[in-house]
């Protein structure tokens, strides 16, 4: 690691349970995050900030005055902007030393294969039922884990699907989603 890494990351590194060879694995992992809006733009700048070294943003929106409340990857002057385009330049500023790819349209079933395959965890953040059942199809079938979270009002949820042996999906839960 370099000294600037060493710097930057200290806080998580002195953690005895995280250490250097835990911020080399954050360091060589990808995220694939899929929907940028109140969920997975925290999500985003927390795991940029962390460190995880390469981020792939899926999301078609654009950004809009009522997302500015929750959705605080964006700022005022993003308005009309591809949601991926303002959330790449604000986790760019926000770490320069991560890799962050964008992907400005619905994936369809071939490339969100293929993206789950890719990468380490696939962050589910999208608010579209169709989307998050082919994620789940996607990441059960690469074997790669899933984080899915929703949220409306007050309520949320975030469930964890790792693949293999007698684990869950998001099928166990809501028996009409393909595997």
């Known amino acids: 690691m370099t000294d600037q890494e060493l710097l930057r990351y200290s806080r998580q590194i002195l953690l005895p349970e ?13 995220a694939l995050i899929i929907g940028l809006g109140g969920l997975g733009s925290p999500v985003a700048m ?9 981020l792939t943003l899926v999301d078609f929106d654009t950004v809009d005055l009522s997302n500015l409340q929750r959705q605080i990857i964006h700022c005022t002057t993003d308005i009309g902007r591809l949601k991926v385009e ?3 330049d604000t986790l760019r500023a926000l770490n320069p030393l ?3 790819e964008t992907l400005a349209r619905a994936l369809g079933e071939k490339e969100l294969l293929e993206q789950a395959r890719r990468a380490d965890v696939v962050i589910d953040a999208c608010d579209n039922r169709s989307a998050r059942l082919a994620i789940n199809t996607a990441c059960v079938q690469t074997g790669t884990p899933l984080v899915t979270g929703a949220a409306i009002r007050l309520e949320g949820q975030v469930l964890v699907w790792r693949p293999g042996g007698e684990n869950a999906c998001y099928h166990c839960l809501y028996r009409e989603a393909a595997v």
């Open 86 to 88: 303002s959330a790449r």
């Open 46 to 54: 927390y795991l940029a900030a962390a460190g995880v070294g390469r």
């Open 98 to 100: 991560i890799e962050v």
């Open 18 to 30: 995280f250490d250097i060879a835990g911020q080399e694995r954050l360091r060589d992992s990808h």
